[in-house]
Nanobody
Framework: QLQASGGGLAQAGGSLRLSCATS????????MGWFRQAPGKEREFVAA????????TYADSVKGRFTISRDNAKNTVYLQMNNLKSEDTAVFYC?????????????????WGRGTQVTVSS
């Protein structure tokens, strides 16, 4: 299972750090990703990294503001979000890729966490 945490309320320009803990030992061999879904919108890709954390990809909308990382020893993936904007308001989901690579398509992901709400006030 994947458990995302760290969401909450932030002001525009502020920061939040999301964490995704996995109880699956094999997740350390898999790529991991973050997606989000805003009210009335489809789920969209945010960021992903491969099993080593050496190959990373971001959605254009978050480049330069968000940083994804992982600590395989702790079976945890992080999403540091800086300079938050009101349009970042969404439920954020972490997901485990079927393979070891970083991927931006939700079809690449086999396991999904429940999500954590991020609300940015302007």
């Amino acid at each position: 299972q994947l458990q995302a945490s760290g969401g909450g309320l932030a002001q525009a320009g502020g920061s939040l750090r999301l964490s995704c803990a996995t109880s699956r030992r094999t997740a350390s061999n898999n790529g991991m990703g973050w997606f989000r879904q805003a009210p009335g919108k489809e789920r969209e890709f945010v960021a992903a990294l491969d099993w080593k954390g050496s190959s990373i990809t971001y959605a254009d909308s978050v480049k330069g503001r968000f940083t994804i990382s992982r600590d395989n020893a702790k079976n945890t993936v992080y999403l540091q979000m800086n300079n938050l904007k009101s349009e970042d308001t969404a439920v954020f989901y972490c997901a485990q890729n079927r393979r070891s690579v970083a991927g931006s398509s939700s079809r690449d992901y086999a396991y999904w966490g429940r999500g954590t709400q991020v609300t940015v006030s302007s």
